[in-house]
């Protein structure tokens, strides 16, 4: 028996989506701005290995806003990229997975290491809403001046306050405040900066 999770909800799948409400995310109007931004991350990584300043708008056309002095290393796996939003002068180094289908901001001056993973979408626990592929997400904020060590995770709904730091290997699941320095599985403050 298939159950119509939206009965009475006029809305698209993409507007479900952008309310932060539960979607199917295989709806085809999705999939194509998923697609488009594949495309748009590809198009910069080879640009950028032949000329990081050619490589620049196309970041712009790719991302919701990036400050001045903003450096991404390509390789850049996104679901959407129009959800990101970078500060001036952040250093992203290479592998970022971003899966944006939620809000992420990234403060002013930031270092974010290799291989890290910020992770909105969420899932149902329930398994039968989980088996006909609804998801939604929460949004994550990185404060200025945010150091996030090579390989970090950042879970949905999280925020980190300005000046902190996480070590390498840490899966953040809750907020972290400002000016301290987080580690583990779950991050956890252990010095306060």
């Known amino acids: 028996m298939t159950v119509d999770h939206f009965a009475g909800d006029p809305r698209t799948n993409l507007e479900r989506m952008l309310a932060g409400d539960l979607y199917i995310a295989d709806d085809p109007e999705i999939a194509e701005r998923q697609r488009r931004a594949m495309r748009l991350a590809e198009t910069y990584r080879t640009t950028f290995l032949g000329d990081p300043v ?3 708008p196309l970041l712009d056309e790719l991302l919701g806003s990036a400050g001045e002095g903003v450096e ?12 990101i939003s970078i500060g001036a002068r952040t250093f992203v180094n290479y592998n970022l997975t971003a899966l944006d289908v939620a809000a992420i901001v990234i403060g002013e001056d930031c270092q974010i290491g290799p291989n890290v993973q910020l992770l909105t979408p969420t899932h149902p626990l329930e398994p039968e809403p989980r088996r006909d592929k609804l998801e939604a997400a929460l949004p994550i904020t990185l404060g200025n001046n945010v150091w996030l060590g090579g390989g970090v995770i950042v879970c949905p709904g999280v925020s980190i306050g300005d000046n902190s730091v996480i070590g390498a290997g840490s899966v953040v699941t809750k907020d972290i405040p400002a000016d301290v320095v987080a580690v583990g599985s779950p991050a956890r403050p252990v010095r306060d900066l």
């Open 54 to 56: 050619a490589a620049r």
């Open 72 to 83: 991404v290393r390509p390789p850049l796996y996104v679901d959407y990229g129009t959800n």
